[in-house]
């Protein structure tokens, strides 16, 4: 009780929050381990970041392992693009779902559930050889979303842990631990690549299945963990029932916001869709490249990028979110051209990972200015409803992607979504240019 007590007396001092704000930013500098006595949001944020790092391992295994396998039991670039549709449209439902329950009935449960049933869909991938059951779990686990070397998007649960991280960071903290997640993520992705290189050495692109059956075993407990670390996040239920019930699906108080970010984010959607999910099939089938020799890359990629995320808070700070945002999407955009007309593999590793660097760190800036210009009792619905129509998107332009593979050529997907994702950044700029968030307001 006298902790309670405590907590309110500070949240009805203006000069209290402030320096409670202050006292929980210098707690999370220190690192995830860190001395220093780390308050209970910290620690909740501590459990959020392990969690998600042993996601992004189980998640970097899958982005080499399932296209190569998938490409070498026979599935075309057609019917990998309509996986990858498929994967997108149960994906873009469980996100709608789990964005209108969240804010209502708590978001730890969403990071303890689909985990788990990833780890189901990575233990199916490892003991059968159905073409039938290898699709529909590919399909039920979003394999293919944020491939690549594996630290972007972990599936459509993200909306609950994002409004989780905006509630325990404040707004002050908010650019820091939004990078923190980013940071070990790619963590995550560093085990998974280095446990790929190894499982995958000496392997060749027509491996039999059990040459990738520890690969996927490896990735499946990866996930599991994932998921049962999380059931140690404290409950985070709604204790007021009428405020419950009278929250409706549509975040009303951010449906300007809304109305906005589905423009540039349906624009961005479309670009992802036409290369995201084939960054590892380009690879494999461009160059030759086995698993072994892309996991290569990727670990490459993870460890040169994260040092420099972990720096894009102080970078905001001083130029501001939206500056640093727009120029970091222009940079993807434009190097999506030079990667696809890449002369050999090594040339497109070195701009991959340019690319990648301007991806992840643009990423914990975009999703920290979503939810400060959010209701704050509305962020997981606005962090689900945001993405609906990029989500949508991404239902049609892999298997557009896949089609162009065959019947054009593996660059002009990768033309297409730079140009895509380049329009998309000049909306974002025309958007929210003149709206900063609110701590770079000096009247606020």
């Known amino acids: 009780m006298a902790r309670a007590t405590e907590f309110q007396s500070v949240s009805d001092n203006p000069d209290m929050r402030i320096a409670g704000a202050k006292a929980r930013v210098s707690g999370l500098s220190k690192g995830i381990l860190g001395a220093g006595g780390p308050s209970a949001s910290e620690r909740q944020l501590r459990i959020i970041y392990l969690a998600r790092a042993l996601v992004s391992a189980s998640r970097a295994i899958a982005a080499i392992g399932v296209p190569v396998y998938l490409a070498a039991r026979g599935f075309s670039a057609s019917k990998l693009g309509l996986i990858f549709a498929l994967g997108s449209v149960f994906s873009l439902i469980i996100s709608f779902v789990i964005g209108a329950t969240a804010d209502r009935h708590g978001r730890k449960v969403f990071l303890v559930a689909y985990p788990l049933l990833v ?152 670009a992802v869709g036409m290369f995201g999910p084939f960054v590892t099939y380009f690879l494999y089938r461009k160059f030759g490249a086995p698993p072994s020799e892309i996991a290569l890359l990727y670990l490459v990629v993870n460890l040169v990028t994260l040092g420099p995320v972990g720096r894009v808070a102080a970078l905001a700070a001083h130029f501001g979110n939206i500056r640093v945002t727009v120029a970091l999407r222009l940079i993807q955009a434009i190097l999506l051209i030079p990667f696809a007309y890449a002369p050999v593999f090594w040339a497109a590793g070195a701009i991959f990972l340019m690319r990648t660097l301007a991806q992840r760190s643009a990423l914990p800036l975009r999703q920290s200015y979503v939810q400060a ?57 025309a958007f929210f240019a003149n709206s900063p968030p609110p701590e770079e307001r000096p009247d606020l």
């Open 119 to 270: 780890a189901v869909a990575s233990f199916v991938f490892a003991f059968t050889t159905s073409d039938v059951l290898l699709a529909a779990m590919a399909i039920a686990a979003s394999f293919g979303r944020g491939a690549g070397a594996g630290a972007s998007a972990v599936g459509p649960y993200q909306p609950a842990e994002t409004a989780l991280v905006a509630d325990l960071a404040h707004a002050s903290g908010r650019s820091k631990a939004f990078s923190r997640i980013t940071q070990m993520s790619i963590l995550g992705s560093i085990a998974g690549s280095g446990v790929s290189v190894v499982a995958f050495g000496g392997l060749s692109a027509h491996g039999h299945h059990d040459s990738f059956m520890p690969a996927f075993l490896i990735a499946g407990i990866f996930v599991l963990v994932g998921g049962l670390v999380a059931l140690a996040l404290a409950d985070d239920r709604p204790a007021d029932t009428k405020c419950r019930e009278h929250k409706g699906v549509i975040p009303k108080g951010s449906i300007g916001l809304l109305g906005r970010l589905w423009i540039t984010n349906t624009l961005n959607g479309f």
């Open 373 to 429: 210009m959010s209701d704050p009792d509305e962020r997981a619905r606005v962090a689900a409803l945001s993405n609906i129509p990029s989500q949508a998107a991404l239902v049609v332009s892999p298997a557009i992607s896949g089609y162009l593979f065959e019947v054009a050529s593996l660059e002009i997907p990768f033309f297409i979504g730079g140009i895509l994702q380049f329009v998309s950044t000049i909306f974002y700029w």
